[in-house]
């Protein structure tokens, strides 16, 4: 903190530049909206599966091969062989083909702009629909105030947000998404409970503004924003008296989940140093809404060890470390003391490993999971979450899961990692020892196929991949020689799954797996459209950004049509009910079969009927409900697997079931 000391007149300064703003704010409030309103709400409605529309990076578990053997600590990572250029986060609007299906606004977001003008408890009923045991305990009418929070709201403020048009009434005015995320962070700051009940209860309208897109902007502006952070900077300047700088947290003993970045590799976007604070509190906040950890027991850490962005060294605003970021035994060493600090404090808490670099993510995953309950999602929930949409996928088709060929354009870390879960489920699962199960998996990179006549100049990470295969320079030819009947897109490169590749694809299955997973939606390999199209409407669709549904007229050209949604590959369906569940079994550790499962689980969850339709997850309005039903069965694998400890009250029998018990303790802001 004391290096922060000779910055406080600039800070002072920002403070009146803040409140300069504020006073506009108020201004343009006072006018009164300026046509945002409701057309704004749309807009969020309609963005709000772009939850983890993020550039997510990482090979894992099996990413043990590169994990095993790690790169030079401290040694820039090897790019002999690879693009390893970043991209742009964010939400682009899909591209129009000329196609025959007509693209349609989606059901959904109408329907969602209906239900938010709807009474509340006609709106829980609804949700209750879903999966009919285990309710969620009913909630109480709020009639006291509780204490400690909130400070200043009374039951008028609570109710006032609480009625039909409240997500309205917290953006009027605002005209950006970065105005959106702002106002609700001055409705955090101002009154907790009611920003509680709008994260909790309209997930999927403000997530858009709190987390993915809007965030990427906010981490990039972080330092000039008027904001005042909700998480804990822990700086280099910190050695030595980091464990004391952990206790001095407001509400210390709470504190259950802490999600972690050193702010290196933000979504696409890069180095953004102390402003990664935004990617922290923005992901933390899902662990509230999607699984239900009460907000006190989620903390954001910042590790602020400096940047080596140019722009921010120079930016006279930039209120993180001003210094590069250290290497080897220097940087090691601090999250080495980071890491025994938070043993020390708070030796049950979950630790979730956010946006670091490429670099260092693998190596701090390697030597840290054995050693305490924590994971990086960027390796292993993206890994998760695309393993769940194909086992999904496999529902709707013929041929088990052992006997697919999958194909991943793009072998960059997600890809990697993804096509390592993908053996190692084979290989749980289905007895395929693990060097054969990845002979079922073939990568394409920017040089062509992944194979061994090109081992001495593969990364580490690729080379378990590196089958002995006859090299070919193109998707095309791979595919019909090769015969995917899965084809993922980790490439970030638009339109490479041609009309030519689509149809390549049905001839070797009668419904092929098509998912182009590039972030964000101007990188995907094709779009909804142009695999429904050139499949004919065969292929089983997920992709990484959100697309807009399609409706076929029917051949008569009478009634409404069909309408098929594409599924988005979304981390936030694996990371918080994972390390939920491994907080309330208060799991030593996350196994990578934790992931296995957590995808097994998810698999299930969608109706047949849903799966017609193309849902490949349940929709996120239902987050909640899928998030408990994969917690209680991740919290009965950790304690069958010796990970975690069964509560006295599930021991006892005072309460049935895990789904009960998970259910019980998700956070509900009525109470
Ligand atoms: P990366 O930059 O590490 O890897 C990209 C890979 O694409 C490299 O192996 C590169 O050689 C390959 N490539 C580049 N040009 C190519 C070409 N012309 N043909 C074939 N391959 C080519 O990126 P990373 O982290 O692996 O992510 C890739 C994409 O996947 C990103 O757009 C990211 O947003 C997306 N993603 C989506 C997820 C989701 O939907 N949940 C999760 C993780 C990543």
């Given at each position: 903190m004391e290096a922060r000391q000779p910055r406080r007149?600039?800070?002072?300064?920002?403070?009146?530049?803040?409140?300069?703003?504020?006073?506009?704010?108020?201004?343009?409030?006072?006018?009164?909206?300026?046509?945002?309103?409701?057309?704004?709400v749309v807009g969020g409605g309609r963005r709000r599966s772009t939850v983890e529309g993020s550039k997510v990076r990482g090979t894992q578990c099996g990413a043990l091969a590169a994990l095993k053997r790690p790169r030079q600590i401290g040694k820039a990572p090897n790019n002999d062989d690879d693009d390893d250029e970043g991209f742009q986060a964010g939400c682009d609007h899909p591209r129009e083909v000329a196609g025959r299906p007509q693209v349609v606004e989606e059901e959904e977001h109408s329907s969602k702009v209906k239900f938010a003008n709807q009474p509340l408890e006609r709106k829980k009923r609804q949700e209750r629909l879903f999966y009919s045991e285990a309710p969620f305990p009913k909630p109480r009418p709020n009639k006291r105030r509780i204490q400690g929070e909130?400070?200043?709201?009374?039951?008028?403020?609570?109710?006032?947000?609480?009625?039909?048009?409240?997500?309205d009434e917290v953006f009027r005015g605002a005209k950006t998404d970065l105005d959106k995320y702002l106002a609700l962070r001055g409705l955090h700051a101002r009154n907790p409970r009611a920003y509680r009940r709008l994260l909790v209860e309209r997930t999927e309208e403000v997530l858009p503004y709190i987390y993915t897109p809007t965030v990427g902007e906010a981490c990039q502006k972080y330092s000039n924003l008027d904001i005042e952070t909700t998480g804990l900077y822990v700086t280099l300047e910190d050695r030595g008296r980091v464990l004391e700088k952990l206790r001095s947290w407001k509400n210390g003993n709470e504190v259950r989940a802490i999600?972690?970045?050193?702010?290196?590799?933000?979504?696409?976007?890069?180095?953004?140093?102390?402003?990664?604070?935004?990617?922290?509190?923005?992901?933390?906040?899902l662990y509230t809404a999607a699984a239900g950890v009460p907000p006190d027991q989620c903390l954001p850490i910042c590790l602020d060890v400096g940047t080596n962005r140019e722009s921010l060294l120079e930016d006279p605003e930039y209120k993180g470390l001003r210094r590069r970021r250290p290497m080897g035994v220097e940087y090691y060493s601090f999250l080495d003391e980071f890491v025994q600090a938070l043993r020390a404090w708070r030796p049950h808490c979950l630790l979730q490993f956010e946006d670091f670099g490429n670099h260092t993510a693998f190596v701090l995953l390697g030597k840290y999971r054995n050693q305490l309950c924590c994971f990086n999602d960027d390796i292993q929930g993206t890994a998760s979450i695309n393993l769940a949409g194909i086992l999904a996928g496999l529902r709707l088709k013929e041929g088990a899961f052992s006997e697919q060929k999958i194909l991943f354009h793009g072998a960059?870390?997600?890809?990697?990692?993804?096509?390592?879960?993908?053996?190692?489920?084979?290989?749980?699962?289905?007895?395929?020892?693990?060097?054969?199960?990845?002979?079922?998996?073939?990568?394409?990179?920017?040089?062509?196929?992944?194979?061994?006549?090109?081992?001495?100049?593969?990364?580490?990470?690729?080379?378990?991949?590196?089958?002995?295969?006859?090299?070919?320079?193109?998707?095309?030819?791979?595919?019909?020689?090769?015969?995917?009947?899965?084809?993922?897109?980790?490439?970030?490169?638009?339109?490479?799954?041609?009309e030519e590749v689509l149809r390549a694809m049905c001839e070797n299955c009668n419904r092929p797996l098509i998912f182009p997973l590039s972030n964000p939606t101007s990188k995907a390999e094709c779009t909804f459209e142009e695999a429904f199209a050139h499949t004919d409407g065969r292929c089983i669709f997920a992709s990484g950004s959100p697309f807009p549904p399609l409706t076929v007229p029917s051949p008569d050209g009478m009634g409404q049509g069909t309408t098929y949604h594409p599924a988005q590959a979304n981390n936030a369906y694996i990371f918080p009910a994972v390390g939920y569940a491994a907080i309330l079994t208060e799991a030593s550790c996350i196994p990578d079969d934790v992931f296995l499962e957590a995808a097994k689980c998810l698999a299930g969850l969608s109706s047949d009927e849903d799966l017609e339709r193309g849902r490949l997850f349940p929709p996120f309005s239902k987050i909640r409900e899928t998030s408990a039903h994969i917690m209680a069965h991740l919290c009965q694998f950790f304690c069958d697997e010796g990970y975690g400890t069964k509560p006295q009250e599930l021991r006892t029998g005072e309460e049935a079931d895990w789904l009960q018990y998970v259910k019980k303790r998700m956070y509900n802001p009525s109470y």
């Open positions: 007149s600039l800070q002072q300064r920002s403070r009146a530049k803040s409140q300069a703003i504020r006073r506009s704010r108020r201004a343009i409030k006072e006018r009164g909206p300026s046509g945002g309103g409701v057309a704004n909130g400070g200043g709201e009374n039951e008028e403020d609570l109710a006032g947000v609480m009625v039909s048009n409240e997500v999600v972690v970045t050193d702010g290196e590799r933000i979504l696409g976007l890069g180095d953004l140093g102390a402003g990664g604070m935004g990617i922290s509190e923005g992901k933390i906040q960059g870390e997600a890809g990697v990692g993804c096509g390592e879960l993908i053996a190692l489920a084979l290989s749980t699962w289905h007895g395929v020892p693990l060097p054969e199960a990845r002979k079922r998996i073939l990568f394409m990179d920017s040089k062509g196929l992944v194979c061994k006549s090109r081992l001495s100049q593969l990364q580490d990470h690729k080379v378990p991949f590196a089958h002995d295969l006859e090299h070919a320079p193109d998707l095309l030819q791979v595919v019909r020689k090769h015969k995917p009947t899965v084809l993922i897109g980790v490439s970030t490169q638009a339109g490479s799954f041609t």
